[in-house]
């Protein structure tokens, strides 16, 4: 059975699961599991792996998420992700953007199950921290139902430990990334077949759930949710995650906002705009929202001291 940190997680988002969100989530949130945003096992053994894996103690538990399709080269960025703290290891089966389905990885690899359960066995066994992965419902028109029972069974064979289904498909021509989040229908149901037929295996659901109140209602049939925009449109629904699923006192908006500026003082200047762009949503719904907003549209730096000083 998955940790209880599984109950609830933020997705891997290109752009806005970086180190600063991260910081900004885990403070909200405690006990909820985060992702790192997709990482190639290339830029894991050959990038600035400090920068991209900055792990630590206090933003535990952190999923490093790796993109590839070379089973020798993702076994080794598991390695090095798992040395720089990674808690768990997830592979990408579910992104469509046009980089990646060049490469022969993401969504791609949904069409070939035996490449993916090659993958998941070299991480398995290059790693002590669970692997898991990332799937669509089927890719194109391939058959959302025996193709995803088959995806599913050997990803749990390989050595798996949880699978998250973004419940819709992908399609790989016709539709960007962006479409791809919006256009193919969310088909919640067919998830839960999956749950049902796959019995004591790990099932995390994920896609357009906007509230703490959806959350719980999938929680009912499935292992854990997982969301993503609706953290970053409103990142303060965290509180209401802490209270209303793990059953924890959750910190004031104001009290965040402090301890981010905190943060971000500490921080270098280059990673400035990130703290910006983690901050936008904080006051989401609120009254004072605008007259924040103003304040963050500020060239950075000014932002910042701007709402240091108020
Ligand atoms: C800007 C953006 C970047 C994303 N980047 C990744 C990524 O790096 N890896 C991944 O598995 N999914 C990525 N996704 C997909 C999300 O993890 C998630 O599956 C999707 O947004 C559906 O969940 P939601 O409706 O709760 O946002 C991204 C989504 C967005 C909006």
């Not at 993958?119 to 799937?135: I, N, R, S």
């Not at 749990?156 to 960007?176: E, I, K, Q, Y």
């Not at 019995?199 to 949710?225: C, F, Q, Y």
């Amino acid at each position: 059975m998955l940790a209880v940190a599984h109950r609830f997680s933020v997705a891997p988002m290109m752009r806005y699961s970086h180190f600063p969100a991260r910081q900004l989530w885990r403070f909200l949130c405690p006990p909820a599991l985060l992702y790192t945003e997709m990482l190639t096992a290339e830029a894991v053994i050959y990038g600035r792996r400090e920068q991209l894996l900055k792990l630590p103690a206090e933003q535990q538990p952190v999923v490093v998420q790796l993109g590839g399709a070379s089973p020798d080269r993702l076994a080794e960025a598991a390695r090095i992700a798992e040395a720089m703290g990674a808690a768990e290891i997830n592979f990408n089966c579910g992104c469509p953007s046009p980089r990646v389905r060049c490469g022969h990885f993401g969504a791609s690899l949904m069409k070939t199950p035996e490449l993916m359960a090659r993958c998941v066995e070299a991480m398995a066994a290059a790693v002590q921290v669970p692997v898991t992965v990332k799937c669509r419902l089927a890719v194109d028109d391939m058959d959302a139902e025996t193709a995803l029972d088959d995806f599913c069974r050997r990803v749990f064979a390989a050595g798996a430990r949880a699978l998250v289904v973004h419940a819709r498909r992908a399609w790989l021509d016709g539709l960007n990334p962006a479409q791809n989040r919006t256009v193919p229908p969310l088909d919640y149901a067919r998830a839960y077949r999956l749950k049902e037929s796959i019995g004591d295996k790990s099932i995390i659901i994920n896609g357009g759930i906007n509230t703490v109140e959806e959350a719980l209602r999938h929680l009912i049939k499935m292992d854990g949710v997982m969301l993503g925009r609706a953290v970053v449109r409103s990142p303060y629904m965290l509180a209401a995650v802490a209270r209303n699923i793990f059953g924890i006192t959750p910190p004031e908006r104001c009290a965040a906002l402090r301890y981010m500026l905190e943060k971000a003082a500490q921080s270098p200047p280059r990673t400035w705009s990130q703290y910006v762009s983690a901050l936008a949503g904080l006051f989401h719904g609120e009254p004072n929202n605008k007259y924040y907003r103003r304040r963050l549209a500020l060239p950075q730096a000014a932002a910042l001291r701007a709402l240091c000083e108020e």
